[in-house]
């Protein structure tokens, strides 16, 4: 289980990465005027070896011994403080006597055979020769202006100690730097809380085993211990870890062949697995990242680096849980959706408008209607509470709903007490009449059931005709799949003027039944809005 805590406050911590962040932008910056310098130097001794200007030679020599000293001054500057060593006292005096005095040694030597060389030069007339040395002596004259402006950086951040001398005025560069260098590491949006988890150190050495599980367990880590590949394998199918801290180099299974069995099981895939080692080759790195590792860390392990880099590795994993999280929230609701849109919807129509159908309107030339009423219902709503009639017209039209599955008809909708189905749409139905007919002679002894039950009298009308019809998508918001037509209007009509308990048909109807059934006929009836009609009780 990965839990974040608040990072811990320190100003003794603040002020030391403050002052090594600014001593790292203070050897960035020194860095390129000296190279520049050194530039100046190289192209001087080249030049004066192809034009035959010997005579320059001594000199240039005792320059390119002043530039190189600059350079490896350069490389080896701030190293108390950029190493993390305490910031007072002699390493202070020592990083203020570089800047104040070492550096400016071999810029003035610099300068003072540069000037001499300038004059030399000019003297003999060897002008692009003087023009290049000019070059030299104005990048070195920058450099020892910038000397100044470092050490007005420096000391307002209370790394060297201040003087009585005048300083230039802070650059605005130097301002820049240092409201950048803050931000980065003081911004609350930067500074996030460190994350803990269980994490499996896993390292043939006891000695690395014990130090790592002082320093994790200090951190806040829960921490288990493995001292070869095959164990922590072992470990892993049978415990939850956060993270695996791997050493590359091991006897019997290396941490390569751990890590790529990890990454070949589905349930290890995911999990963050930092590698350890004591080759700190650049291919070492790159062959453990190319089998799936997270990260890479060098042995001897920085505590810096090493919190860090588990830090982010948790991180990650605690984001991509969350994502996963959400993901399978956001999938089992879109699942919900689909299934609540099916019951409301036919599937093909559903389809269709997945596919992009904004208009859902058929013809279809050969359907059958079906239209059910409960008989007495009304007056009995009106004796029973509300729960009690809604239990009991929902179990009759779930049992309605349970027959029209089983023989592939369609439920249209449910208005009141009336319920209405119809078989050949939306799909093709080549008996749709056949088994509309078997629904509906079913359906009065699902209502007889229920009339028991409640013991309460009870009684269903069913009208069913068959022709043509149009069905489609009713609606933006709440979708209805409905169906029209003189269809649909006279299978009403033979429910409305049909016999309780029977099942009331047209000539139209009985003309697609045929021999299936026997017919009880009725004496011609003049139908509203249809007129005379002869019509049928199937038997």
Known sequence: MLLQTPAPKSDTLE?????????????AEFEAPVHVVAGFVDLLIEDAHRDGMDHYLSDLAKIKVASDRLDQ?????????????????????????????????????????????????????DDAFCGTIDGMVDASRRLLGQIDGMMHLLRGQGLTPTTVEETPAEPPKLQQAVEAIRAVLFDQHVLQPKTVGRILVVDDNVSNLDLLSRRLTRDGHSVELCDSGEGALAKLKSEPFDLVLLDLIMPGMNGIDVLRQLRSDSATRQLPVVMISAMDEVDGAVRCIEAGADDFLSKPLNPVLLQARIN?????????????????????ERERSENLLRNVLPASVVDRLRAGETVIADHYADVSILFCDLVGFTALASRLSPGETLDLLNGIFSEFDRLAALNGLEKI???????????????????????????????????????RSAGEPLNVRLGMHTGPVVAGIIGTHKFVYDVWGD?????????????????????????????????????????????????????
């Not at 982010?312 to 089992?332: D, N, P």
């Open 15 to 27: 002020t030391d990465q403050m002052a090594r962040a600014l001593a790292s932008f203070v050897r």
């Open 73 to 125: 001054m350069v490389v080896g500057l701030l190293d108390g403080v950029h190493e993390g060593l305490p910031l007072a006292g002699r390493e202070i005096e020592a990083m203020s006597s570089k800047l104040r005095h070492d550096l400016r040694t071999p810029i003035t030597a610099i300068l003072g055979y540069g000037e001499l060389l300038s004059e030399e030069a000019r003297d003999n007339g």
């Open 312 to 332: 982010a590795a948790l991180e990650r994993k605690l984001l991509r849980e969350r994502e996963a999280a959400i993901t399978e929230r956001l999938q089992a």
């Open 413 to 451: 909708k449910t208005i009141g007490d009336a319920y209405m189905v119809a078989g050949g749409l939306p799909q093709e139905l080549p008996d749709h009449a056949a088994l509309v007919a078997a629904m509906a002679l079913e359906m009065p002894a699902v209502v007889a059931a229920a009339s």
């Open 487 to 539: 269809t649909v209007n006279t299978a009403s009509r033979m429910e409305r003027y049909g016999t309780p308990g029977r099942v009331h048909i047209t000539q139209a109807t009985r003309d697609v039944l045929g021999a299936r059934y026997t017919y009880e006929a009725l004496p011609p009836m003049s139908i509203k809005g249809k007129g005379i009609m002869e019509t049928y009780l199937i038997r």
